[in-house]
């Protein structure tokens, strides 16, 4: 006996060679819709949409035939079930090559749906910013099951999830659609729903999460915004991944030459140490450490102090400036082989100046453009992953634990000192006169060794440390790194504490005539 008929509207002619029989659009984001909608239309496929997109279709005079006419049902649960109906998802699902499945599908006199163009409720934007209520109402299940069953059956059916796929799609049409194509789509519709829903995971661990507490599930989809020549080494493979939907200030980079694995590496810690600092600052990083550093009234003598900072190290190094790059800046920096210059904007004059150095690649970038939405630091360790965050409010005050307390201007070289302190890599040692670093040692295995070394690349570049200031990202386990510090004519001192040898250290620095500072936090970074 025949299933019952009478609700479903009579099918229309054969589409044009090689155009979906039909096509069902669902869409929260309607740019486009209408032109898409019409182009299909005219190449004899029928358009079926869901409520507000059919109406959306309608109002522009496209032909469209509203899912609850296709279904026999109309929207239950003021618009919660739209399109979860056997009538919907069987067209999408048939196998196309089974004729079992064609004919039950023809015995309710249903056409096979061979496109599907759903947008999802924006919740990733909208959604983690409302109450409890609010954000349940922008997860999206319809789209998601019709993307899904889609994706599934991509040999057969075209799936979309974003409006800037309409023109390729369109082109594939014209063109002949090719199984990788449809490969590429349902690959890239399978993307989306991972990625939203572990949006909504996030989300709800968040919310379920004690203040500061480590969620109990995490998740982090990510999107390949490009490829790379290589990895850390030539024999490497690598690419450059962005959280999804947060890689948009890749899209205006300036590249002669493509940037390395260790360039984003270097330009990440660059331009981070950069955005610290409130006036014009310069930083070049190499091999991901801090080898110049400097803030100073004009952007052009803070690059100066910078690249004065180790000149054997700045070359070949990758800068950052906290404003805009002028003239007088790039006149300094075209002087000296640079692999990268990264900035918030670039003046036509300095543009002029740099754009015949074919090697060098100029970036517009900012440390705001390195925030994210997500505060948890993750660190792939072999099967496992490290997570951390910030602790929230300000840090601990600063004290004076020496009987001299530092001098204004020793202050203003400390708190400069420990703001690179904090981007080196533990065992950190900072050394700086004013506002300019003048000697780092930093990856060492022990203390003593880092101020020696900060001690032995101030000399080679010839700085005079005497009146310079020294910050260590962690405690003196034992006076010796004090005493060798004020032999070489250091004066004041900041560092954490919390050693159990602090007073032997103190009382060195005292009997030295150096003030000391805590911060009574720790800055590592390994």
């Excluded at 400036?321 to 003239?327: E, P, S, T």
């Excluded at 790039?330 to 100046?353: H, Q, W, Y």
């Amino acid at each position: 006996m025949s299933a019952d008929t009478s609700s479903q509207p009579a099918r229309i002619g054969a589409p044009a060679q090689g155009w979906p029989r039909a096509a069902l659009l669902s869409l929260s984001d309607k740019a486009g819709a209408v032109e898409f909608a019409r182009v299909l239309a005219a190449h004899g496929t029928r358009v079926l949409a869901s409520g507000g997109t059919a109406q959306h279709l309608r109002q522009a005079g496209v032909e469209v035939t509203p899912v609850e006419e296709w279904t026999g049902f109309g929207e239950l649960l003021g618009g919660r079930v739209k399109t979860l109906h056997p009538h919907v998802h069987a067209p999408i699902l048939a196998r196309r090559d089974a004729p079992a499945d064609l004919a039950e599908l023809a015995a309710r006199g249903l056409d096979p749906v061979d496109l599907v163009a759903v947008t999802l409720y924006p919740f990733e934007r909208d959604g983690v910013t409302r109450d409890d209520a609010g954000m349940i109402e922008e997860i999206d299940i319809g789209g998601v099951a019709l993307l899904r069953a889609a994706a599934k059956n991509h040999d057969s059916v075209l799936v979309l999830h974003d409006v800037a796929q309409y023109d390729a799609v369109l082109a594939a049409l014209r063109a002949g659609v090719t199984r990788e194509f449809r490969r590429e789509l349902a690959l890239a519709a399978f993307a989306r729903t991972a990625r939203y829903d572990a949006a909504i995971a996030a989300e709800l661990a968040r919310r379920m999460s004690a203040s500061g507490e480590p969620p109990a599930f995490h998740a982090l989809p990510l999107e390949r915004a490009r490829t790379l020549r290589y990895g850390e080494n030539p024999h490497q493979v690598a690419a450059l991944y962005a959280r999804a939907g947060e890689g948009a200030a890749l899209a205006s980079w300036r590249e002669g030459k493509e940037l390395s694995f260790n360039n984003l590496l270097d330009l990440e810690a660059a331009v981070a140490l950069a955005g610290r600092f409130e006036s014009p600052a310069c930083v070049i990083v190499k091999h991901n450490q801090p080898c110049g550093a400097a803030a100073a009234p004009t952007l052009a003598a803070a690059c100066e102090a910078a690249l004065a900072a180790d000149p054997l190290s700045a070359f070949g190094g990758i800068v950052s400036v906290n404003r805009a790059l002028d003239a007088p800046t790039a006149e300094r920096l075209g002087k000296v082989f640079l692999e990268c210059v990264a900035f918030p904007s670039l003046t036509p004059e300095a543009d002029a100046i740099l754009s015949g150095k074919r090697q060098l690649r100029l970036v517009p970038l900012t440390a705001a453009d390195l925030g994210c939405r997500d505060p948890w630091q993750m660190r792939l360790v072999g099967p496992w992953v490290l997570m951390q965050r910030e602790a929230e409010g300000a840090p601990p005050p600063w004290r004076t634990v020496t009987r001299r307390a530092p001098t204004a201007a020793e202050m203003t070289a400390l708190m400069f000192a420990w703001e690179v302190c904090d981007a080196a890599r533990s065992n950190a040692i900072v050394l700086a006169r004013g506002e300019s670093l003048v000697g780092l040692g930093s990856g060492q295995t022990s203390r003593v060794d880092a101020v020696d070394v900060a001690l032995m690349k101030a000399a080679r570049a010839g700085h005079d440390v005497h009146g310079a200031v020294l910050a260590s990202d962690g405690f003196f386990p034992f006076p010796d790194g004090v005493t060798h510090a004020a032999e070489a004519g250091v004066t004041a001192i900041v560092q954490p504490g919390g050693s159990v040898k602090d007073p032997d250290v103190i009382a060195e620095a005292d009997r030295l005539g150096l003030a000391m500072v805590f911060t009574d936090r720790r800055v590592f970074r390994h």
